[in-house]
């Protein structure tokens, strides 16, 4: 007795196996957990069917020769529901601000592993086998990251996503009147930053205010504390590690 078939797991929940035929008497059998489809057990054609269970299962293809020669092929089959494709399994696109390392989160794979791939671009992945996993060194530019489920027999089920790195970035104006809602100056990323040095001025080029390693705190006050009134102010940005290390802008400032 043989079997034909060389299958150890099938996506899905059905399978044809197929033994040799024989002019002597051939069943097939099977473990009961597996029900199975067949035109008669004489027939070494078995379509197999039963619910998505990553167990393996056992089914035997037998012949006999009038109860004196006897002989069997066994075969075991694992069968895996196909991963569903649930769209944007790679998490959303980031933007970051001078800061050049982040945390990826996949969706976490109810059916088989996961894996993260570098596309294009930079940065080092902590744990590529992990859905949510850490990655550093990145540098400034877009960067392309495939996630991939796999189950090692279905179709894998993949997502890209982008990290995109840029410089700081200031917000055009904020509006300190205490409400709790962008009361306060903020650069984007300057707290990632070293040395760095911001200048006001005013319309007539007075500095208003200047601080040393500003931290996204100036709500809109002078020096000597007394509230500015709204106007367009304008500033000077110094970043020594930046090129070309210093900007400029104007920020407008609305009570």
Known sequence: ASIITDTAAVCGDAVTLLAVETPYFGYWLSDTSVTYIVDSTSNPVLATTTVFDPTPHTLTWNVNNSDVCFSSDEIEIRFLEPIPDGGNVAGPDQILFYNFETVMEGTDPIIGFAIWERLSGTGDISNPDDPTTS?????????????????????????????????????NGFSPN??????????????????????????????????????????????????????????????????????????????
């Open 135 to 171: 990655i550093t060194n990145l540098e400034f530019g877009t960067s392309y990251y495939q996630y991939s489920i796999n189950n090692g027999v279905c179709d894998p089920v993949t997502d890209t996503m982008s990290i995109d790195v840029r410089p700081v970035n200031q917000t």
């Open 178 to 255: 205490g409400d709790g809602i962008n009361d306060l100056f903020v650069i984007n990323g300057i707290e990632n930053t070293r040395g760095n040095r911001l200048v006001v001025f005013d319309n007539w080029g007075d500095v208003v205010f200047e601080a040393n390693d500003y931290q996204n705190d100036w709500d809109g006050k002078k020096r000597n504390g007394a509230d500015l009134p709204s106007d367009t102010y304008y500033f000077i940005l110094t970043i020594p590690e930046l090129e070309p290390g210093e900007y400029s802008g104007y920020l407008i400032l609305k009570r």
